[in-house]
């Protein structure tokens, strides 16, 4: 059964930037992935997307020029690289895997994904 593991979380100053990665503890992670956050508060928000074969990428209007997402197939890894962290980037980012379809046209809804990470906290200081 599939199970993703979220790090490279932490503390970070305003501006700066921080790796997350997705591993799988299955046999393959060539499934559409996205990554979402949800700060105290609020609602879990969809940031980001990329399909299976990595050609098809997608990025929240809130997080689009900073952050870059990525994967590695053959390691089974995909990765977010957040740049220009704001306090407002502070929260839990999960990433979630749809292991039933090709591409997730609706990417930023939560339902759409039936395996999730346990989270890595992202805290921004100003």
């Not at 921080?18 to 956050?37: D, H, Q, V």
């Not at 980001?48 to 952050?67: P, Q």
Request: with cysteine; aromatic share 10%.
């Amino acid at each position: 059964q599939l199970q993703l593991v979220e790090s490279g979380g932490g503390l970070v100053h305003s501006g700066g930037s921080l790796r997350l990665s997705c591993a799988s503890s299955g046999a393959t992670l060539n499934y559409p992935i996205g990554w979402f956050r949800q700060a105290p508060g609020k609602e879990r928000e969809g940031i980001s997307y990329i399909g299976a074969t990595g050609l098809w990428k997608m990025y929240a209007d809130s997080v689009k020029g900073r952050f870059s997402i990525s994967r590695d197939n053959a390691r089974k890894m995909v990765y977010l690289q957040m740049h220009r962290l704001e306090p407002e980037d502070k929260a839990v980012y999960y990433c979630a895997a749809n292991v039933n379809q090709v591409s997730v046209p609706d990417w930023a809804r939560a339902r759409e994904y039936s395996t999730w990470g346990q989270g890595t906290q992202v805290t921004v200081s100003t």
